[in-house]
């Protein structure tokens, strides 16, 4: 068992009811996580998850399955209201007030990545009920004795379920700064081999320090090997079985660091470490791919190494410039290359 990787599929909810679940991956129990973390929430058909906040992280949310009614308070008493669904995604701001509220006849599922190794929250019923009753009162003009009922405990409820109708505005499908149509939009990454779509400043506008990939690889592609300068990376599969080599500091048999996972799991890559994404089945893999920047950029090897001359590359590889490969020497990187070769054991 790799250091890099968590078997998410296998860990527990650590809060889980009728109405629905959380399942967090921070630091505390996976400890190879820097500045990032990933929460798996499943929430009932008819329930909701509060109204809460993260003093100390942005939430960036991917719907895996399911319909949801994302609603946002945030500064400038600004209000958002905006349906998501299998395929799309939200942002909540750090600090902003919102909630999910499953609005479809299925459980809804959803994976929240967050720029912070131990994202904390302040859920609307706690931070209610942590007030005296008097105070409540006042905030809205109302006796004592009319607010009694209210709840008076600090503990949050995390989820509950809807007591009235599902009320979804006409404006629910408008475009929103908050909501992104990743699965809709065309491939950065488009070949026979797989593809890949993105979420990231440049093209929403509304992320600050997080970005995604979402990525696909036949059973006939493999992602090349490849080192990202400036961001860290944390994966989650979804569908299919790959395999990972991640190099690490260092130049014995404990710095190569390969692992196989599939779908509920996911890894993590430290900054500027070198690794690749291997389909070792013949369906399609499917991953998302979370960054700790806005933009996520990287350096590969097809186009990295093709920077250098055979003269120089040869000797670094190990031979001379007459026996090395006639390897293509492209201006730019492939990224998801033909894995020609079988899969080795």
Same mark, same amino acid.
């Given at each position: 068992?790799?250091?890099?990787? /968590? ?40 329930? /909701?998850? $509060? ?61 929240? +990545? ?98 995604? /990939?979402?990525?696909?690889? $036949? ?13 860290? $990376? ?19 048999? $404990? ?65 001379? +410039? ?24």
């Amino acid at each position: 068992m790799s250091r890099h990787c /968590f078997r998410l599929s296998t860990l527990a909810p650590q809060d889980q009811g009728p109405c629905g679940g959380r399942t967090a991956v921070t630091a505390s129990n996976f400890p190879a996580l820097e500045g990032m973390s990933l929460y798996k929430l499943s929430i009932e058909p008819g329930c /909701f998850r $509060e109204p809460h906040w993260h003093p100390n992280a942005d939430e960036m949310g991917y719907c895996t399955r399911g319909e949801v009614l994302v609603t946002i308070f945030s500064s400038g008493n600004r209000h958002d209201v905006f349906r998501i669904s299998a395929g799309q995604m939200y942002l909540a701001p750090s600090g902003s007030l919102h909630a999910i509220e499953n609005i479809g006849k299925e459980t809804a599922e959803i994976v929240a +990545a967050f720029n912070h190794a131990e994202p904390e929250d302040f859920g609307l019923s706690g931070s209610v009920g942590c007030f005296k009753p008097e105070v409540i009162g006042n905030t809205w003009g109302l006796k004592t004795s009319e607010v009694s009922m209210v709840t008076q405990t600090p503990k949050d409820i995390l989820y509950g379920r809807s007591d009235g109708a599902i009320e979804v505005p006409a404006t629910a499908d408008y475009p929103n700064p908050f909501k992104f149509p990743v699965e809709a939009m065309p491939p950065l990454i488009a070949n026979e081999y797989g593809s890949a779509r993105i979420a990231r400043a440049d093209l929403w506008p509304a992320l600050r320090s997080q970005s995604m /990939f979402s990525l696909r690889i $036949e059973g006939t592609g493999m992602r090349e090997p490849h080192w990202h300068p400036e961001t860290a $990376e944390m994966g989650y599969c979804i569908a299919g079985r790959s395999r990972m080599t991640i190099k690490l500091p260092g130049d014995g048999p $404990e710095s190569i660091d390969t692992y196989e996972f599939g779908p509920g799991d996911m890894y993590f890559i430290p900054k500027a470490y070198p690794h690749h994404i291997e389909n070792l089945g013949s369906d399609e893999l499917r991953f998302l791919v979370f960054f700790d920047r806005a933009v996520g950029m990287d350096i590969g090897y097809t186009g990295g190494i093709a920077a250098f001359p055979r003269r120089i590359v040869a000797p670094t590889l190990g031979t001379t +410039a007459a026996a090395l490969p006639s390897y293509p020497e492209y201006p730019a990187d492939l990224l998801i290359v033909a894995k020609s070769n079988p899969v080795g054991i």
